[in-house]
T-cell receptor
Framework: GENVEQHPSTLSVQEGDSAVIKCTYSDSASNYFPWYKQELGKRPQLIIDIRSNVGEKKDQRIAVTLNKTAKHFSLHITETQPEDSAVYFCAASKPGYALNFGKGTSLLVTP | EADIYQTPRYLVIGTGKKITLECSQTMGHDKMYWYQQDPGMELHLIHYSYGVNSTEKGDLSSESTVSRIRTEHFPLTLESARPSHTSQYLC???????????FGQGTRLTVV
């Protein structure tokens, strides 16, 4: 089955700096790659997603890049703010299968 | 408002009790899932369903069972709760095709 690896497990940045979280996947048939943000005590919520026919997608301060050949995708957060502090999960899926999540990255943005 | 609802939000029960965690969605989704998550930790898929009368076990071995008699309802049952079942249980749903999954608020279960 699909195996999603996520790094780093923890990340601490200063407010205003950029943060990058990387994920790799094993199944070349995977074609959907969402990113979820989970704040303390809350449910995971989608922040951005990308499909395999696109190499990059941006939404204000967040962007996701996908390299299908290398089977990896990354989340980029620019101009980080304290409210960006949360656990971020990447995931991958292919038609007919459930989402497979990475183990999560705990991001701390310090003022 | 279309959403996915889980009850109860918090539950403390004794070892050996039978419990059912409820999950209902008003989004018209065909696919539903149960994930087990310790706070802030990895999301483990324990059960999923792609439609009525369809259920499958996920990657994480679980002593729970599920049923899908109605499209909007996907309850999870533990026949005999143990302390090792203490965790948060998140229900999710998604539409057909490759789309995002929407999560419920979760049930925080403690077995004493």
């Amino acid at each position: 089955g699909e195996n999603v690896e996520q790094h780093p497990s923890t990340l601490s940045v200063q407010e205003g700096d950029s943060a990058v979280i990387k994920c790799t996947y094993s199944d070349s048939a995977s074609n959907y790659f969402p990113w979820y943000k989970q704040e303390l005590g809350k449910r995971p919520q989608l922040i951005i997603d990308i499909r395999s026919n696109v190499g990059e997608k941006k939404d204000q301060r967040i962007a996701v890049t996908l390299n299908k050949t290398a089977k990896h995708f990354s989340l980029h957060i620019t101009e980080t703010q304290p409210e960006d502090s949360a656990v971020y999960f990447c995931a991958a899926s292919k038609p007919g299968y459930a989402l497979n999540f990475g183990k999560g990255t705990s991001l701390l943005v310090t003022p | 408002e279309a959403d996915i609802y889980q009850t109860p939000r918090y539950l403390v029960i004794g070892t050996g009790k039978k419990i059912t965690l409820e999950c209902s969605q008003t989004m018209g989704h065909d696919k539903m899932y149960w994930y087990q998550q310790d706070p802030g930790m990895e999301l483990h898929l324990i059960h999923y369903s792609y439609g009525v009368n369809s259920t499958e076990k996920g990657d994480l071995s679980s002593e729970s069972t599920v049923s899908r008699i109605r499209t909007e309802h996907f309850p999870l049952t533990l026949e005999s709760a143990r302390p090792s079942h203490t965790s948060q249980y998140l229900c999710a749903s998604s539409s057909q095709g490759i789309t995002e999954a929407f999560f419920g608020q979760g049930t925080r279960l403690t077995v004493v």
